[in-house]
């Protein structure tokens, strides 16, 4: 069964820096996600993305963050100065139309630690 | 928006029957009802999606009264490895663009 997969699994980073978190979402969906989870805490939404522009954000999604397909195949996640409170577990999902007997296919997600 | 209820927590036994309500009361016409699992440390996984009354896969079953605003989500003999938290979620204001997660409920299967 085709899945979503994402890397790396777990990053480390200082606070400041830039990083890019990496989605191969299936490949005939069209509708793509970024959702985070806090640990111990529910999914948030971040962000939906479809034909190359974002369709919903959250007020998470600041400036610092942003989103590229760069290619057909991948889907990724830039935040752009690291603060703490960014980490958490990133899940990328996607899905093949966004009807509402459409479900979302996530990824097992990357553990993003700032310190 | 179609903002869902659920109970925090249940606990069971290994070899029983867990039946998981959801309100929604003000769940929209188009809406599906779709329910995920999750492990720690795991991304969601789907598990079953219904729009009315009854629908059944080879993991769970799907209860859906004729006003559609709540769903009972019934795992036949659950297991350990069932231990788990399980969301129900509905569509989001139509446009199924920003599908929102609520609390879920906390699942633990005692042997």
């Known amino acids: 069964e085709p899945e979503v997969t994402q890397t790396p699994s777990h990053q480390v980073t200082q606070m400041g820096q830039e990083v890019i978190l990496r989605c191969v979402p299936i490949s005939n969906h069209l509708y793509f996600y970024w959702y985070r989870q806090i640990l111990g805490q529910k999914v948030e939404f971040l962000v939906s993305f479809y034909n190359n522009e974002i369709s919903e954000k959250s007020e998470i999604f600041d400036d610092q963050f942003s989103v590229e397909r760069p290619d057909g195949s991948n889907f990724t996640l830039k935040i752009r100065s690291t603060k703490l409170e960014d980490s958490a577990m990133y899940f990328c999902?996607?899905?093949?139309?966004?009807?509402?007997?459409?479900?979302?296919?996530f990824g097992n997600g990357t553990r993003l630690t700032v310190t | 928006l179609a903002k869902t209820t659920q109970p925090i927590s249940m606990d069971s036994y290994e070899g029983q029957e867990v039946n998981i309500t959801c309100s929604h009361n003000?769940?929209?016409?188009?809406?599906?009802i779709t329910w995920y699992q999750q492990f720690p440390s795991q991304g969601p996984r789907f598990i079953i999606q219904?729009?009315?009354t009854k629908v059944t896969n080879e993991v769970a079953s799907l209860f859906i009264p004729a006003d559609r605003k709540s769903s009972t989500l019934s795992l036949p003999r659950v297991s350990l490895s069932d231990t788990a938290v399980y969301y129900c979620l509905v569509g989001d204001n139509g446009g199924y663009n920003k599908l929102i997660f609520g609390a879920g409920t906390r699942l633990a299967v005692h042997p």
């Open positions: 999902a996607s899905r093949p139309d966004n009807g509402a007997n459409s479900p979302l296919h």
């Open positions: 003000n769940i929209a016409t188009n809406d599906y």
């Open positions: 219904g729009y009315k």
